[in-house]
């Protein structure tokens, strides 16, 4: 069965850190890009970031230059490091996995095959 586990969330000050995880099994990992998303109260699904099969790696803007994405292949995860985290960056946080050709369309939810359960992160103000 595919499963996509994401985990690291919690409760944590502003300007804090945390760092997610995503674990992938029941499918050819480094054949997938694999894109973070996250959704607040009362707000739509939004991408966050994402890495391609080969390293590349992409940001909202809202998160550039305090968040870090990186994979290991060989252990079949991604993880997104969050520093300095604001108050508006409280949403669940979900992990996907999809075969973008076009990098640039990350953003868009359909592109993606699987997805994961979501983990909850709360920056206090």
């Known amino acids: 069965d595919v499963q996509l586990q994401a985990s690291g969330g919690g409760l944590v000050q502003a300007g804090g850190s945390l760092r997610l995880s995503c674990a992938a099994s029941g499918f050819t990992f480094g054949d997938y890009g694999i894109g973070w998303f996250r959704q607040a109260p009362g707000k739509e699904r939004e991408g966050v970031s994402y890495i391609s099969r080969y390293g590349s790696t992409y940001y909202a803007s809202s998160v550039k230059g305090r968040f870090t994405i990186s994979r290991d292949n060989a252990k079949n995860t991604v993880d997104l490091q969050m520093d300095g985290l604001k108050p508006e960056d409280t949403a669940v946080y979900y992990c996907?996995?999809?075969?973008?050709?076009?990098?640039?369309?990350?953003?868009?939810?359909?592109?993606?095959?699987?997805w994961g359960q979501g983990t909850q992160v709360t920056v206090s103000s």
């Open positions: 996907a996995a999809g075969k973008i050709g076009t990098y640039t369309l990350w953003p868009h939810q359909t592109l993606y095959n699987y």
